[in-house]
C-alpha cells in the first residue's frame, strides 16, 4: 500500500473524507466517480448507461437516479429505468417493461418515471408511467415505493384514495416526499362524483401497511386568525414532510371576494391537527410596523424542528406604489422578519439594499436560513444585483455576490446570474451560477458552486474545464466538461452531479465539500496526489 493510500485510508477513518478511499481531489474537493456511461456493465450482460437524470441522494451516500441502459443483454429494455448505487453497488429500482406490482392486470412500467426522492434508509419513492392492455389516459400513472428490493404502489390514477367514497378518484399524482420513518406525503388530483374546482385536490399520507389518511382538501375551512371569516383552502401546493411526520404546505385561499388571487397561507398538520403560520391580512411581525402580509408567495420544507422559511409580500400604506417583501421564518419557535425589502444589506456598503426576493428560502435542521435576494442602491447594476445570504440566530451574513472573483477561473472571471441551490443542516450550499469573461460563451458560462459554513467557496464544474473520471489516485483519464446537471446536497457534505463531456460521454459524480476545520488536512492529500499523479 502506497503512503498516500495510507493517508487518504487515515483520513477517512477520521471522517474528514466521506466519499470512496480512492477519488480524486481538485482544490480541496474530494470527488468520486459513481458511475460512467458506456463502461457499466454491472446492469445486466453486454449492458453499459447512459442518459443520466438528475440524481437524489441521502444522507448515507446513496445516490438514486433515471438513466437510459441499452446492449444486447438488454433487448426489449432499453428505456429509462431507476438506479441505486450505494457504496460501489448497483442496484435497478425499477426499468422499463419490469411488471409493475400491485396492478390486477399486470401492467408494465414504460418511459420515464419522476420526482425520485430517497431517504436514509435506502428507500426510493417515484412516480411512474404504466401501460399496458388495460391501461389509458385515466390510470396511466402511480406512486411506487421501493424497501429492500420490494416495490409497493401506493396510489394510482383512476383508483379512490378511500374505500369510503369510491365515486371519488385520483386525476393526477404529485410528489411525494417521505422520511426515514416511511411516512410518506403527496398531492392528489382528484376527480369523481362531486368534484368541483374549488374541492379537486388534497395532500394524502402513507404508513408502511396502512390505508391513505387525508391530510387536508381544497374546499375544506382553514384555521383562520380573523375572527368570523371562514376561508375555504381553494388550490394546495406542496406537501413537506420531516422526521417527526409533520407535513407542511402552501394554500391559496377563498374569501369571498376579498381579492381572491391574493388570499394564501402556510399551514402545517401535526397529529392531526392543522394550523395556520401566516395568512393573508395576518399582521406580520415587524417591529414598529403594522404592515399585513399580502401574497405569501412560497414555503420551503419543514424542518425537524416544525420551523419553516417563506417569502411574502406587504401591505402597508406609506410602501403603496413599490415592490414591499419580506423573508419570514419560525426558526426558534416564534414567526419574525428575516429581510426586508428597503433594509440595509448587512456587510455591504449602508447605501447598498434589499430590493426584492424572487426565490423560495430554505431552512435546514440547525434553523439557519439560506436566501437570494436582488439588491438596489448607487453602485448597483445589472452585474452585481444579486447575492446570497446565510442566516444563523436571526444574524444575516453574505455568502456570495455576482461580481465576486470564481474561484480558480482566472482574475477577471466573475459571478453573474443565479440559479436552483441546495442547502445542508452543515450550513453549506451549493448552487448553479452564470459566469462572466474572457472567452466564456454559452455553455462554456454556467457552472456548478458551492460554499462551506464559513463562506469559502468552491467550484465543483464548470464548462471548457478538464475533470479526471477516473477514481484510480494512480490512474488519469481527463476528459473536457460540456455541460453541468445539478443533482443533491446531502447533510454529510457531499455533492451529487452530472457532467457532459465533449466525446458524448457522461457520468455521475460525488464532491465532498470541506469544513474549514479539515482544508489543510485535504491540502495535504491534494500536494500528496499531485506528487503521485501528475
Not at 44 to 50: I, K, L, M, R, T
Not at 151 to 174: I, K, N, W
Not at 448 to 456: E, H, M
Not at 497 to 504: I, P, S, T
Request: aromatic share 10%; proline share 5%; net charge negative.
Amino acid at each position: 500500500m502506497t503512503k498516500l493510500s495510507l493517508l487518504i485510508r487515515s483520513l477517512y477513518r477520521c471522517g474528514f473524507l466521506l466519499t470512496a478511499l480512492h477519488s480524486s481531489t481538485v482544490q480541496g474537493i474530494t470527488y468520486d466517480t459513481i458511475m460512467l456511461s458506456g463502461n457499466e456493465p454491472r446492469i445486466g450482460p453486454d449492458a453499459y448507461v447512459s442518459l443520466f437524470g438528475s440524481p437524489v441522494l441521502n444522507d448515507a451516500g446513496t445516490v438514486v437516479f433515471r438513466a437510459g441502459s441499452f446492449g444486447t443483454g438488454n433487448s426489449g429494455k432499453n428505456l429509462p429505468g431507476i438506479l441505486s448505487v450505494s457504496n460501489g453497488e448497483v442496484r435497478i429500482v425499477t426499468r422499463t417493461g419490469d411488471v409493475a406490482p400491485g396492478t390486477a392486470s399486470g401492467d408494465s412500467f414504460v418511459g420515464a418515471t419522476e420526482r425520485l426522492t430517497v431517504n436514509n434508509m435506502g428507500d426510493t419513492a417515484f412516480v411512474a408511467q404504466l401501460y399496458g392492455a388495460s391501461v389509458d389516459s385515466t390510470n396511466n400513472q402511480a406512486i411506487y415505493y421501493e424497501s429492500d428490493g420490494e416495490l409497493r404502489l401506493l396510489a394510482r390514477t383512476g383508483s379512490s384514495p378511500s374505500s369510503a367514497d369510491p365515486s371519488v378518484y385520483f386525476r393526477e399524482l404529485f410528489g411525494p416526499t417521505f422520511n426515514d420513518d416511511r411516512k410518506i406525503a403527496f398531492r392528489g388530483f382528484l376527480e369523481g362524483e362531486g368534484v368541483k374546482f374549488n374541492n379537486d385536490r388534497g395532500i394524502y399520507v402513507s404508513t408502511d401497511d396502512q390505508p391513505l389518511q387525508l391530510v387536508v382538501r381544497s374546499g375544506e375551512i382553514a384555521p383562520s386568525s380573523m375572527e368570523g371569516v371562514e376561508s375555504p383552502y381553494l388550490y394546495i401546493f406542496g406537501p413537506t414532510i420531516n422526521e417527526s411526520g409533520d407535513v407542511a404546505f402552501l394554500s391559496r385561499l377563498s374569501r369571498g371576494g376579498i381579492g381572491e388571487p391574493l388570499n394564501s397561507g402556510v399551514f402545517i398538520e401535526s397529529d392531526g391537527i392543522i394550523r395556520s403560520v401566516a395568512q393573508t391580512t395576518d399582521v406580520a411581525p415587524i417591529p414598529d410596523s403594522q404592515a399585513t402580509f399580502g401574497y405569501i408567495q412560497a414555503s420551503s420544507r419543514i424542518n425537524d424542528l416544525g420551523h419553516v422559511a417563506f417569502r411574502a409580500s406587504l401591505i402597508e400604506d406609506e410602501r403603496i406604489g413599490q415592490i414591499d417583501q419580506g423573508i419570514f421564518s419560525t426558526a426558534g419557535g416564534t414567526l419574525h422578519l428575516v429581510a426586508r425589502a428597503g433594509d440595509p444589506v448587512p456587510d455591504l456598503d449602508t447605501s447598498v439594499s434589499f430590493s426584492f426576493f424572487d426565490r423560495t428560502p430554505v431552512i435546514n435542521d440547525a434553523d439557519q436560513i439560506f436566501f437570494e435576494a436582488v439588491l438596489s442602491g448607487p453602485t448597483v447594476n445589472d452585474s452585481n444585483d444579486r447575492a446570497a445570504f446565510l442566516v444563523s440566530d436571526r444574524m444575516s451574513q453574505l455568502v456570495v455576490r455576482e461580481g465576486d472573483i470564481v474561484p480558480g477561473a482566472g482574475p477577471d472571471v466573475r459571478f453573474s446570474r443565479f440559479f436552483s441551490g441546495r442547502f445542508n443542516d452543515l450550513g453549506q450550499a451549493a448552487f448553479v451560477a452564470d459566469i462572466v469573461g474572457p472567452g466564456l460563451n454559452a455553455p462554456t458560462n454556467r457552472g456548478l458552486f458551492a460554499t462551506d459554513a464559513s463562506g469559502n467557496v468552491f467550484t465543483i464544474a464548470r464548462p471548457g474545464g478538464l475533470f479526471d473520471v477516473d477514481p484510480d489516485p494512480l490512474v488519469t483519464d481527463y476528459r473536457t466538461i460540456l455541460g453541468v446537471d445539478f443533482g443533491d446536497l446531502n447533510d454529510r457534505g457531499q455533492l451529487a452531479f452530472v457532467l457532459a463531456f465533449e466525446d458524448r460521454s457522461q457520468g455521475i459524480f460525488l464532491a465532498f465539500i470541506p469544513e474549514p476545520s479539515s482544508l489543510v488536512l485535504i491540502t495535504l492529500v491534494f500536494v500528496a496526489t499531485l506528487g503521485v499523479r501528475r
